[in-house]
């Protein structure tokens, strides 16, 4: 089984967007479990424009007060998961949009305040149950998960797409997990593509600053996957892979 976390300027990008989904669609018509995860920043900051509400952001986290999140489950749930779905349908896959909130698929803790910051309603995923997407995949209806996660008593909360993609591809025993993103893979101090590294290699690099931006807690997501058992991590088309120490 594997996991793709969708997610940069490839949601954005309709050209882009369609030749990945083809790939997809190939590898799933040839009998492959895919489940597919994604975000949505982009699209969740245009429509605060429309709606002249400030975006506000701390350490590389959208803060995200109930005028936000409302817009953010709208968004994610609506807008581009049922974009995916219906892009999905046209090229002969049957999918089904669902977000992290449904039958417990992810589960996560408020996130503590960073520099005495609340960060409102923004989860950090604890666990994931894979319930509801091995009853679609058993269904052949190929899975298309949105990063809202459920929180306590019933909340929703709004989570990172990377570490949404981790936790479900543990959830699910998943041998291999994907992002792909709007970057070749990881990059070294040069500027070049890692092409390998190991658990160890990406522990040193996260204490440097070659990590930085979106990369930093795709890196990090990938380490929890590793850790919980995934063998094949890869970062970007064909770029960085990551294997066990």
Known sequence: MRVIKLGGSLL????????????????????????????????ID????????EKKTHAGLRITDDATLEIVVAVLGGTVNKMLVAELAKIGVKAGGISGSDGGTLLADRHPHIDGINLGNVGR????????????????????????????RGSLLNVNADSAAAAIA?????????????????????????????????????????????????????????????SSIHIGEGGTQLVAA
């Open 12 to 43: 954005d990008d309709a050209v882009r967007r369609a030749a990945v989904l083809r790939t997809i669609a190939k590898s799933w018509k040839a009998g492959e479990e895919l489940v597919l995860v994604h975000g949505g920043g982009k699209h």
């Open 125 to 152: 995923v604890r666990t994931s149950d894979p319930s509801l997407i091995r009853a679609m995949l058993a269904s052949r209806i190929l899975p298309v998960v949105s990063s809202v996660a459920a929180g306590a």
């Open 170 to 230: 543990a959830g699910l025993h998943a041998s291999s997990l994907v992002f792909l993103t709007d970057v070749a893979g990881l990059l070294d101090s040069k500027g070049e593509v890692v092409e390998s590294l190991d658990a160890d290699d990406a522990r040193e690099l996260l204490k440097s600053d070659v990590v930085t931006g979106g990369m930093r807690p795709k890196l990090e997501a990938a380490l929890q996957a590793l850790a919980s058992g995934v």
């Open 46 to 53: 245009a429509m605060l424009r429309r709606l002249g509400i």
